[in-house]
């Protein structure tokens, strides 16, 4: 699948609101969000990443299967190195984003560290998805760093803990769960 960059925003007018499907990309500082897009990109590697937290401030935008759907790569929660103000203003542009999509073209990836319990930033995220109701399913990535045997007990947990049904496990690096991570998206 082509992705490309199309343009970041960071406040309400320069958000996209089109018809097409926007799978948007949230999760905890670091877990893998932007490396999720380039992994199932076929292009290399679209969005920028980094291996310090807090990196991703803008709500980016890149355009997937040849005009098919947006990825939406969404600032990190949790640990992120900003002043008190800048953390503030990422609130704001987070409230507003998720007020204006419809949950008719919206679908949230809740992106997850696979080797760990989620957190309660992870269990309020997942709440908000409902509370705006949104579709959503969970990326429990990084399956590349457990064992087989580990990964069944992990998604488990995850299913528990974040009250749902759907967890793709998926490896950034190696591209494990690819084709199932496409399925979930509706991009197969």
């Excluded at 877990?31 to 709500?59: C, D, E, H, Q, Y």
């Excluded at 409230?95 to 080797?115: C, Q, S």
Aim: a positive charge; hydrophobic letters at 40%; proline letters at 5%.
């Amino acid at each position: 699948m082509i992705v490309e960059f199309i343009k970041s925003a960071s406040m309400k007018d320069g958000f996209i609101n089109d018809s097409r499907k926007k799978i948007v990309m949230v999760g905890r500082s670091n877990v893998g969000k932007s490396s999720l897009i380039n992994a199932v990109a076929n292009n290399g590697s679209p969005a920028r990443v980094s291996s310090s937290p807090g990196k991703t401030t803008t709500v980016n935008y890149y355009m997937a299967g040849k005009g098919k759907a947006y990825f939406i790569d969404l600032p990190g929660y949790g640990y992120a190195k900003a002043e008190k103000k800048e953390k503030a203003r990422w609130a704001v542009m987070m409230d507003e984003f998720f007020r204006h999509l419809d949950p008719e073209t919206a679908l949230g990836a809740l992106v997850v560290d696979i080797r760990h319990k989620p957190m309660d930033s992870d269990v309020q995220m997942a709440r908000c998805f409902k509370d705006f109701g949104l579709p959503f399913f969970v990326a429990g990535n990084k399956c590349d760093k457990l064992k087989p045997r580990e990964i069944a007990p992990a998604v488990a947990l995850i299913k528990e803990t974040l009250g749902v049904e759907d967890v793709v496990p998926f490896s950034a690096i190696t591209v494990s769960g690819k084709k199932a991570l496409l399925k979930q998206m509706g991009l197969l």
